[in-house]
Each structure stands twice: as C-alpha cells, then as structure tokens.
C-alpha cells in the first residue's frame, strides 16, 4: 500500500521584517546594490523634518517682479535691494540705471551697501545708489612741498669802492637797485654780487635775490584708483612763494586753493582773482604771495587738483566678487576680484573706508597667471582660490601686515593643496567650515582631527555623480539657508545638511559627508535667506519667490503646480538575492497633516505600479485647511501607522515608492515596513 503524504507536516516558509524607521538623504552616487536602506536611490523634493525623517518640501510663492533676470539681492538697514536687469531697486522703486547685467556681489561696511558688478561699483544707503567714486575720498598724497621758488632782499650801502658784495645765502637768480633805479650786477660763487661799477658812496643798496626749490615734501597718501581728485599741501617758510607745481601735469583742472590766514584760519581762494593756473604744466601762480606761515613747521597751502584716469577706475570698477575681511580677520576692508582684464589681481580698501581704494592696495597672490575665484575665511585668514593651482596650491593664505611705510598689506602666508574652485558665485561659510563647488564635488577647507592642520575635504558624496554631470558647473550659486549648503543650477537645487554628519565609506580621504536632498523645477538664478529665515531666490524672467511652510504648491504664471515628490525605498533583494521572494504586507508610518494623500507605489520587473493610497485617513481638522475630499472630524495630529495587503510573487528584487504628487497635498514619512517568505530558487 503507497505511503500517505502528510501535507500538515510540510514547513511553512519563514516570515521575515524589514523595517526602516531611521532616514538619510538620497544617494545618488552608489549603484543601486550598494544604497542604504536609509537612503534613497530617488527621492525629488524631500527634505529632513527636525528629526532627519523625510517630507515633502513646502511650495514657493512669487513675491515681486522685475524686468530682466536677478542677479543680486541684498538687504541694508531693513530694505531689500534687488539688481534685475540693468537696473538697481530699493523696496521695489529704481534708484540707478546701467549695471551690468550679470551677477554682482555686495558687502556692508558700517552703514552702507557697497555692490560690485563688473562696470560700476555703486554704493547704497538704503535710500539712494550711485556710484563710489561720486564721493570717493580725496587723498593728501604729499606734505610739506616747496614752492617752486622764493624770494629774499638784501640790503647794503655803497661806500665808492667796493664792486662786490656777499649774501647771507645762495641764490639762483638775482637783481638789483642802487638808490630805488635798477643797475647792473652778476651773480658769482652762488652768493656773490658784483657790480660793473662801485655804487657810490652812501648809495642804499638792495639786492634781491631768487632761490629755486626742488619739490621735496613726503609721502603722505596713496592715489585712490577709484577717485580723480587729490590734494597736495605746501609749506612756505619765507612768506615770498608764489609759483607752486603739482605732482601731476595734464590735469583736469584745480577744484580748490586754501591759504591760512596769519590767525591759523584757512581762506579759500578764487581762480583769476588771487591765481592762475597752467593746466598742462599743473602749475598755480599766486597774484600775491600766500606768506609766511603763521604756524612754524605746519603747512600753510593746499592745493585740491582733479585729473581722471578712467584706467586706476576701471580696476574697481570691473571687478564683480567681494568678500568683507580686514585687519585681524575683522570684516572692516572689502576685498574685490573677478576683473576680467586682471584675473589674477585683488584689491583692497582702507579701514572702514570703501570709498578709498589706495593704489598700492593690491596683490597678485598667484604670481598672476591664475584667476582669483572667490575667497573664505579659514582660520582667521583669507582663503583665496586659485585656478589653475600652481603645483597644486588651491588656496592661498594672506593675512594682514605692515610694510616699512606703515601701509596695509596682505603677504602670502601659507597654501592648501587641493581641489580647485569652479563655481565663483557658491563660497559660503557653514557652521564651522567654508564650502566651495569643485569640478569633484563640493569642498569645505578644514582643519584634521590629528595634527590640526587644514586640508581641503569633500562633503558631497551622496550627490557627486549627479552634480559633477550638470552642465555649466560654474555658473552654480550657492547660499546658506538655516543648516543646509544650498546650490542652485539647472533647475534644481542640491541641499546639503550641514546638521547630519554620515562617518562612514565615501571619500576615503574625507572624514564625514553630509546628508542630501535633491528639489526640482525651481529656475533659481540667486539664491538668499530672508530676514524670516525663508528660503528665496530670483530667476532669469525677473521674478522673486519665496519658499513658505505649509504651502504644497509652486507658483507658476499660469497658476499654481504641483510638486512631485516621493521616497523610493532601495531596490529590496531579501536575505538571500538568488531565491524567489514573495511579499504579503507592508506598513507605513506616515506623518498626519490636514490636508495629506500618500500612493503606494511597487517596482517590479522595472515597472512601476500602484499599490494603494491613503488620504482621509491621514489627514486631521483644521479650519486653515478645509478640504471636503478628504473631510475628517479627527483631531488626532501625530503619526499613523497605515497597512496594505500586497501579493508580490516569485520575484527577485522588488522596489516601492511612497508619493504625494498632488497639489496642496502633504507628506512625511517616518518608518517603512515589509513583511515577506523566500522559498526556492529564482528563475525568470
């Protein structure tokens, strides 16, 4: 008789779990196999709740509109400054015309807002722009000069004999009169007068005689490149002085003359009346001698000249990157580069002082065949990137020192080699540390755990694959919004969270990356932090945005968009990838919202279908929200754990995607789970 087969005995296949209730960000580098199951392969327009767990980004709103695209936006004493176009706004009303329509950069020194863009530097106190130079500071580049010459008397008295008569000093030139009518004398030995004949006996004798001065006086200040006008200080010790040159000749013309008066009061003089000026000799005549200073030692003439040298401006003028650093790491100078013309030139502005740029105040850190990219603060120093690196040396450190004059200069201290920055417009200090893009990545400049030194690390692992592809790197901007490093180029924006530190596999020469987030269809061309902590950003057609919580649409000409956006969960393969799988349920932990809809999504065969979707279910009252779709009496705000039966058989690997695609529709995700058997080998 055959034996009986008893079915009941037959082992049931084991149910096992997989649960994530602990996120990342996306992983868009690591082949599909090798993302963490906290991570995610795809993942458009999620961003971390205060916990890391991911949720749908808020929607953004247009809050202005300007002509021509933004290439600037800044804030001084409360109000907002945009550069659109060509043009320059403040609170919305054009104040200047005839920028440079590309993107400029801005710093505050005291109570101004000084914007550099590559044509015109301009100068903005919140009510009004217009250019520095307009009330560029005038320099007294020279003291205590000479006149050309000066004049001085001698009396004598003629005794009927004697031809020669010597001077108490040195003359150039002299002349003379015997008793009031002019007669003939020489000059010899320098201090000798000699007269063709005696003058006769008790004659009054009066030799005057002209002494020239070389120009002499000191240094005093430098020319301001960004100014045309310039003061020179003479000091006249004989009283006779009426001829006094300029340093300069070909001047423009003579803004001003002041002589002090014998009380030490200064007296502003008028041209034709008191002087005369030769302007290609740049030499002022007085009608009648300034005299005498009152003061001993003190200068008792100035003379203010005007000469425009359009070239020492346009150094200024051309250059469109800037970055506040000065003496001690204090931000009380502006550094500006970015010339076209002098790629490779930086310059500098005195203390406090934007409207004076000495022209000795520039440096050449990279020997000036490299292009200064930007700059960053890095241990109280300044950071100037260099592209190409001579021999590697990325960025170059300066800090601040004296020369033998007194004057500020900023010698090379030290380097970093490293990756080269390729971005200009993306130097941002996070946190602890400045970042910058690379054709590798982004960079941040920090110092090592060990021995303190500073090297350059990359911190983008998670997203470097899609970033180093996007076209036209170096036009990425970056801005600092709350913890997240946010890069805007192409469309969309890469958020790194400087608050969520991965130490793991990556960079093998990095010690930590940060998490990231990836958002789409937003056209930023500048991106900026408001006042309120929001995240903002101009475009190419004029328009300025602003992302706001608990608005889950983007703003469009044509009305209002939904956001895309989903969680994949990476590609599941079981415990043993080689055996047939078979899921039966799954779970999701999601966050409650008053207006919420989740769809549960399965990849299978590489092919993507809906499982399910939750709405009502998930959402909670609330009068701001009213939705009657999704009405609900529920009061109840935390989390739901929301389930679904699932019947996926004999398959290899499968993958599930949780989305909220509809407009002003929520999301948030807190834990996945799947339960599932493998039974067999897989065959297909």
């Known amino acids: ?29 690591s082949s599909p196999t090798d993302v963490d199951k906290s991570r995610s392969p795809d993942a458009p327009n999620m961003m971390p709740d205060t916990k890391g767990n991911p949720k749908k980004r808020p929607g953004f709103e247009r809050t202005g509109k300007f002509e021509g695209r933004i290439n600037g936006r800044f804030e001084i004493n409360g109000k907002e400054v945009i550069h659109a176009g060509s043009a320059l706004y403040i609170e919305g009303k054009r104040v200047w015309s005839g920028m440079a329509d590309e993107r400029s950069s801005g710093q505050i020194i005291k109570e101004n807002l000084y914007i550099f863009d590559g044509l015109c530097a301009l100068k903005c106190d919140g009510y009004d722009a217009y250019p520095i130079s307009y009330d560029a500071y005038v320099p007294t580049v020279l003291i205590s000069k000479n006149a050309d010459f000066y004049y001085f008397d001698e009396n004598f008295s003629g005794d009927g004999s004697t031809k020669r008569f010597t001077l108490s000093k040195a003359a150039d030139e002299i002349t003379a009169k015997v008793d009031g009518a002019s007669a003939a004398v020489t000059l010899e030995n320098g201090n000798e007068a000699v007269f063709a004949s005696a003058p006769a006996d008790g004659k009054a004798i009066v030799i005057n005689g002209k002494v020239n001065q070389e120009p002499g006086g000191s240094s005093n200040e430098d020319f301001n490149l960004l100014g045309d006008k310039w003061k020179e200080s003479f000091l006249c010790s004989e009283g006779t002085e009426t001829v006094f040159t300029l340093s300069q000749k070909s001047i423009d013309r003579v803004v001003s003359v002041e002589a002090m008066d014998n009380l030490g009061g200064w007296i502003k003089k008028t041209e034709g009346e008191d002087y005369s000026v030769d302007k290609a000799a740049g030499k002022i005549t007085f009608f009648t001698p300034p005299g005498k200073t009152p003061v001993e030692g003190k200068d008792n003439v100035i003379i203010t000249a005007k000469k425009c040298v359009s070239e020492s401006k346009a150094k200024i003028n051309g250059c469109r990157r800037s970055i506040a650093f000065g003496d001690g790491g204090s931000a009380n100078r502006i550094f500006v580069c970015g010339n076209r013309e002098m790629p490779g030139t930086d310059f500098w502005c005195a203390v406090n002082d934007p409207t004076y740029w000495p022209d000795s105040y520039y440096g050449e850190p990279g020997g000036g065949d490299a292009e200064i990219m930007g700059y960053s603060v890095i241990d109280g120093k300044l950071g100037t990137h260099m592209k190409p690196a001579a021999d590697g040396r990325s960025i170059i450190f300066r800090s601040a020192s004296l020369d033998d004059r007194g004057k500020a200069t900023y010698p090379v201290t030290g380097f970093l080699q490293g990756e080269e920055a390729a971005a200009p417009c993306a130097f941002v200090f996070m946190e602890t540390e400045p970042l910058f893009i690379t054709e590798r990545g982004v960079y941040a400049a920090t110092a090592g755990d060990i021995d303190g030194r500073f090297y350059t690390q990359n911190r983008s692992y998670f997203i470097n694959r899609a970033l180093c592809a996007e076209e036209g790197l170096e036009n990425a901007f970056g801005t600092k919004w709350k913890h997240f490093y946010v890069i805007g180029i192409n469309g969309k924006l890469y958020l790194l969270d400087t608050s969520q530190k991965y130490y793991g596999r990556g960079e093998p020469l990095s010690s930590f990356q940060y998490e990231c987030y990836l958002w789409t269809g937003i ?53 043993l990838f080689w055996r047939n799988k078979t899921v039966r349920a799954v779970a999701v932990q999601a966050a409650a919202f008053p207006q919420n809809k989740v769809v549960l999504e399965k990849c299978v065969d590489g092919i993507w279908s809906k499982v399910t979707e939750w709405g009502a279910k998930i959402c909670y009252f609330a009068w701001s929200a009213l939705n009657w779709e999704e009405w609900t009496w529920s009061g109840n705000s935390t989390y739901r754990t929301l389930s679904a039966k699932v019947k996926i058989k004999k398959f290899d690997k499968v993958g599930f995607r949780i989305s909220c695609g509809d407009i002003d529709k929520a999301f948030g995700l807190y834990a996945f789970s799947l339960e599932y058997a493998e039974s067999g080998r897989y065959k297909k």
């Open 523 to 575: 056209n930023a061309r500048v991106l900026w932090e408001d006042g309120e902590g929001r995240l903002c950003f101009g475009d190419c057609d004029g328009n300025v945005c602003r992302f706001t919580e608990n608005i889950y649409h983007d703003w469009t000409e044509s009305g209002s968009r939904t956001i895309d956006a989903y969680w994949t969960i990476p590609d599941f393969s079981g415990s």
């Open 1 to 29: 008789m055959p034996k009986q087969i008893n079915f009941a005995s037959a082992a049931e296949p084991v149910k096992r779990q997989i649960l994530i209730d602990s996120f990342g960000g996306i992983d868009l580098s």
